[in-house]
Antibody, heavy 114, light 107 residues
Framework: EVQLVESGGGLVQPGGSLRLSCAAS????????MNWVRQAPGKGLEWVAY????????NFADSVKGRFTISRDNAKDSLFLQMNSLRAEDTAVYYC???????WGQGTLVTVSA | DIQMTQSPSSLSASVGDRVTITCRASQSISSYLNWYQQKPGKAPKLLIY???SLQSGVPSRFSGSGSGTDFTLTIISVQPEDFATFYC?????????FGQGTKLEIK
């Protein structure tokens, strides 16, 4: 069964950093493009970052460019989102999603607050 | 970035009603459009891909149409389990963007 499981969320102070992980199973991870999508409390969906199957191409939403980094470890079937210089407006549930968009994780909550 | 605009933002319907949600792209995206359903506290669920293709396991009462800039999601006979928020998403550009969502409520 295809599964994506996010972890690493939590409470962090403004200006702080957090690293999210997404563990993949049930499919050939190294062949799959991957994305991070977030949803602020009570708000809609916002695409955050994209990474190609090899990791050689990445793309970011303007709202996080220069602060967030997406990476992957194909040997460990894992996707990462390094979030630096966090702001209150980054508070959201963060989902990882497979490139075909048919599989999403359950999400991990990031709260940025003093 | 490509902007996606959904309408209406919310609508009320009764079980058995036919419901249509529209999505407009700020530029042509061919058929590179997905539709999702999201229930509270859950991840989005892919309903329709490539504008009109039904994702495996999704009931046939859901359908999608359109190409270019104008798209629709139709539910031909709304069931109790269908009440949720629906989103469109363009995948024409890898700077993916979503519509703002349409909340379908019980009348």
């Amino acid at each position: 069964e295809v599964q994506l499981v996010e972890s690493g969320g939590g409470l962090v102070q403004p200006g702080g950093s957090l690293r999210l992980s997404c563990a993949a199973s049930g499919f050939t991870f190294r062949n799959s493009e991957m994305n991070w999508v977030r949803q602020a409390p009570g708000k809609g969906l916002e695409w955050v970052a994209y990474i190609s199957s090899s990791g050689g191409t990445t793309n970011f939403a303007d709202s996080v460019k220069g602060r967030f980094t997406i990476s992957r470890d194909n040997a460990k079937d894992s996707l990462f989102l390094q979030m630096n210089s966090l702001r209150a407006e980054d508070t959201a549930v963060y989902y990882c999603a497979r490139g075909g968009w048919e599989r999403w994780g359950q999400g991990t909550l990031v709260t940025v607050s003093a | 970035d490509i902007q996606m605009t959904q309408s209406p933002s919310s609508l009320s319907a009764s079980v058995g009603d036919r419901v249509t949600i529209t999505c407009r792209a700020s530029q042509s995206i061919s058929s590179y459009l997905n539709w999702y359903q999201q229930k509270p506290g859950k991840a989005p669920k892919l309903l329709i891909y490539a504008a009109s293709s039904l994702q495996s396991g999704v009931p046939s009462r859901f359908s999608g149409s359109g190409s270019g800039t104008d798209f629709t999601l139709t539910i031909i006979s709304v069931q109790p389990e269908d009440f949720a928020t629906f989103y469109c998403q363009q995948i024409y550009s890898t700077r993916y963007t979503f519509g703002q969502g349409t909340k379908l409520e019980i009348k």
